[in-house]
């Protein structure tokens, strides 16, 4: 026996409804992991990290009842005691751990395990039973080290810049923007952010990170500087007029992401790769894995093959819909 968990289409909801997970719909009391669009909901009561509550506010103008903790504070809902746990995937991501008279659960929500340059590694505590996602899911699916990613990248801004060329990295506004701007000015290069990153600046900068000598992309472009912009913004005025361009594209999917358009892609991800899942389970030592997500019945199997009690949750398995699940949001 375990907290009670039901997994429907909309998130996960605990306790019948006493409070739900991730949730997408509007819901009386929701648990926000962090503030990438696919996983906030409007609901009525919110709790969640100080800065993803400041991303949600200020990206979906959603102004609900906040509740913000952090991390390792413990705040009961009815029979149950809610605690947050650092997830290591954007900043203010964060694993829930709920603790009641059956038992513990985690929700790994999105993770990563090892620390990148704006986020801590994630901090799983132990369970009875755990929820994770398989996003990458599958033994092919084992990522190159970060460090050795973040040098390829920064070689080819360099080699671009040394050739009048401007390069113009493709990444996700929140989380793997910051990332890639926080490795390209630690190392003394310039660089422009597409308004949409720069305008998410403000928590990053309250965490301690100064991103020195970056600066807003101007409608009139940049030349001589690298461009971080989302993919959706490639073909925007101020990218065009930058004169000649590379582009790169900044996903833990790799050469997948390659096509007309994109001349190179690196393999860098805020996800846990296959051998971190692996590991999460290993650290959590649950009774009994619920898997979500990407390649869940995959997982589930290997899970089941290594000696755990594991399933993947009907209607949440298999790759999202599209070509490469989550191009640009891993």
Request: proline fraction near 8%; charged fraction near 20%.
């Amino acid at each position: 026996m375990t907290v009670p968990v039901r997994f429907a289409r909309e998130g996960i909801e605990v306790a019948d409804g006493l409070l739900w997970l991730d949730a997408r719909k509007p819901k009386p009391l929701g648990v926000i992991t962090h503030a990438h669009g696919d996983h906030v909901g409007r609901h009525q009561r919110i709790l969640c990290t100080r800065e993803t509550a400041t991303f949600v506010r200020q990206r979906s103008g959603h102004n609900a009842d906040y509740t913000v903790l952090a991390f390792g504070e413990k705040h009961t809902v009815g029979d149950l005691t809610v605690t947050l746990h650092p997830a290591g995937h954007i900043l203010g991501a964060a694993m829930v751990h709920l603790e009641g008279p059956r038992g513990t659960l985690l929700y790994s929500g999105d993770f990563k395990l090892t620390p990148g340059l704006t986020t801590p590694a994630g901090q799983p505590p132990h369970a009875d039973v755990l929820v994770t996602e398989a996003t990458f899911g599958i033994p092919a699916q084992r990522l190159p080290p970060s460090g050795e990613v973040r040098e390829q990248v920064l070689n080819f801004v360099r080699e671009q810049l040394d050739a009048g060329v401007t390069p113009v990295l493709l990444a996700y506004a929140l989380g793997k923007a910051q990332e890639i701007l926080a490795l390209l000015t630690e190392a003394g290069l310039p660089v422009a952010a597409h308004g949409s990153i720069w305008n998410l600046l403000g928590p990053y900068r309250a965490a301690g990170l100064a991103f020195p000598g970056a600066r807003r992309l101007s409608r009139n472009g940049a030349r001589r500087a690298a461009i971080i912009t989302p993919p959706r913004w490639l073909n925007s005025a101020p990218v065009q007029a930058s004169g000649r361009i590379r582009v790169a594209a900044i996903t833990g999917w790799g050469n997948r992401a390659v096509r007309p358009g994109i001349d190179v892609a690196f393999p860098l991800s805020d996800h846990g790769d296959y051998d971190e899942l692996v590991e999460l389970v290993e650290r959590v030592q649950p009774k009994q894995v619920h898997v979500l997500h990407g390649y869940a019945k995959e997982f589930a199997a290997d899970l089941q093959a290594r000696g755990f009690q594991a399933d993947a949750v009907p209607g949440h398995s298999g790759p999202e819909e599209g070509e490469v699940p989550g191009m640009f949001a891993v």
